[in-house]
Nanobody, 130 residues
Framework: VQLQASGGGLVQPGGSLRLSCAAS????????IGWFRQAPGKEREGVTC????????YVANSVKGRFTMSRGHANNMMYLQINRLKPEDTAVYYC????????????????????????WGRGTLVTVSS
């Protein structure tokens, strides 16, 4: 089981990026999925998550109105559209998945970083700088 995030890069403040996450060996449809980020010197934080049972969404206050997560048409993809980027968005971004009976959206984003049941992808670095 592997997740691989991609699409990061250097972008100017106010710019946009679309991050992708591909899963192998299992499908994401029906799982609770989410995006996390870890800035230098800080803990990993849940950014936005979608519940596997009900499709409910959790979005961190710091990114509301700017970050949108979606599932791909193929069952092994998910995306994070990031708009109006700020320097404080600079971080390594990770995708994550967990069985829906373990966590729904808020649970994954708020507690998933401490759970051994969460599958993590390799991160992709987003740097926001002029």
């Amino acid at each position: 089981v592997q997740l691989q995030a991609s699409g990061g890069g250097l972008v100017q403040p106010g710019g946009s990026l679309r991050l992708s996450c591909a899963a192998s060996a299992f499908i994401l449809d029906g799982e609770t999925i989410g995006w996390f980020r870890q800035a230098p010197g800080k803990e990993r934080e849940g950014v936005t998550c979608i519940g596997g049972s009900d499709g409910a969404r959790y979005v961190a206050n710091s990114v509301k109105g700017r970050f949108t997560m979606s599932r791909g048409h193929a069952n092994n993809m998910m995306y994070l559209q990031i708009n109006r980027l700020k320097p404080e968005d600079t971080a390594v971004y990770y995708c994550a998945a967990v069985a829906k009976h373990i966590f729904q959206a808020a649970g994954l984003c708020e507690m998933g970083r401490d759970s051994r049941y969460v599958f993590w992808g390799r991160g992709t670095l987003v740097t926001v700088s002029s």
